[in-house]
């Protein structure tokens, strides 16, 4: 259904595909996300789009905030768990169907969780362009 030139999945079923998403992801990487909560949040808020520099709520797909794995010493240790936040709203804005949404949930769970491995969003971009231009993407 169509409403407003928005997508309207029922909450439910979009977690089930970022609970998808984060299920099919290698299980190197699955071992390795010890301490992270990933939820579901309609938009973001003013606070976490100034955060990254953005101005408008559709920009901002996803969003990780803790401490990257690659900056972790020694010390690191007895903290909050690290905040994935994956947002319906904007990632429904921009697919026209469930499929749609369904790829772009896994693009953006990887995203994040490359964000929470050390990954930044330079090289990811750099990544991406890289796969564009061989057409992969």
């Known amino acids: 259904m169509l409403v407003s030139g928005f997508r309207d999945m029922p909450e439910e079923r979009f977690e089930s595909l970022v609970a998808r998403a984060i299920e099919d992801l290698p299980p190197e990487f699955q071992s390795k996300l010890e301490n992270v909560d990933v939820v579901v949040e309609d938009w973001p808020t003013s606070r976490q789009l100034r955060q990254v520099k953005l101005k408008h709520p559709t920009q901002l797909l996803g969003l990780y905030q803790g401490v990257p794995q690659t900056k972790r010493g020694r010390g690191y240790g ?3 768990p690290d905040k994935i ?7 429904e804005a921009l697919c026209r ?3 749609e949404i369904e790829m772009k949930v896994q693009e953006v769970v990887r995203h994040e969780i490359a964000h929470h491995f050390g990954i930044s969003e330079g090289t990811l971009q750099r990544i991406r362009g890289e796969k564009l231009r061989r057409g992969k993407c």
Do not use: G, Y
């Open 78 to 80: 007895m903290v909050l």
């Open 97 to 99: 169907f469930d499929k």
């Open 85 to 91: 936040t994956i947002f319906q709203k904007p990632i």
